[in-house]
């Protein structure tokens, strides 16, 4: 049996710009599965979000959701079933807090730090907050395993947060709160599924800190932007996967 290329992709400022449109990525995922390659979404992104993507730009892999709190295999995928619950189609292996209590433990603090996350703001401060039009605000709203904080008065509340055992982690812009997750173990179980079947080889491209721990855990991990990863080949735009990855 050959071996299976599996890419992971952040979604914001990685895959997609400031418009949220899919359109610009079109191109590239056509060419990563000209070449091959399984595309997984490993983003700070909701099911309901990645869904919308996954859609708009035929992929049908399994996915990681809010910042690795859990992956979604589509039911067919692998030739073997999983020991997950099944929900929506997928078998859903769940590895984060839940919703509930992240926003239960922000309300206690929210006045005290001037936090504004998606379970304190209206439609119309989320969609100031991210620009994200309308339609995908609504999606990002439909949270499981994580909030996201858009403004705050200082980062004390960081130190809260993780005395309540929830991590805290940057994204492009704002800060994600979840629980004792990360990108990189949640790819690492995903890895361990496709070894089942043979031959893996790994990559990956990211723009945040949030990013790191997948960039850890890859064969071939790619920074977009100006940061800095001492495992990460930096490129300018995930457009450069052309030059670099065969």
Known sequence: MGETKVIFLDIDGTLIG????????????????DNGFEIV???SKTWAEQEYYRKALNIRSP????????????????????????RKSYYVLEFGERYHK???????????????YYGNSTIKE???????????????MIREYSETVFQWN????????????????????FFNIHGRVDKGKAALVLISLYQKI???????VGDAP??????????????VGHLTHPRAKNINSIEELREVVL
Not at 210 to 221: E, G, I, T, W
């Open 63 to 86: 996915f990681i959701v809010e910042n690795g709190s859990a992956i979604y295999v589509p039911e067919d995928y692998f030739p073997f079933e999983i020991s997950a619950p099944r």
């Open 198 to 204: 043979g031959r893996v080889r790994t990559y990956a």
């Open 102 to 116: 992240i926003k239960s433990i922000l309300e206690g603090i929210s006045e005290e730090f001037g936090l504004k």
């Open 210 to 223: 949030n990013d790191f721990p997948l960039l850890d855990v890859v064969d071939n991990p790619y920074l």
């Open 18 to 33: 400031d418009d949220y449109s899919p359109e610009p990525a079109r191109n590239i995922i056509m060419w990563l599965k």
């Open 126 to 140: 989320i969609m100031s907050f991210t620009g994200l039009p309308k339609k995908l605000a609504m999606l990002a």
């Open 41 to 43: 979404f490993n983003s």
């Open 154 to 173: 200082n980062e004390g509340f960081i130190s809260v947060l993780e005395l309540n055992d929830l991590r805290v982690s940057k994204g492009s812009r």
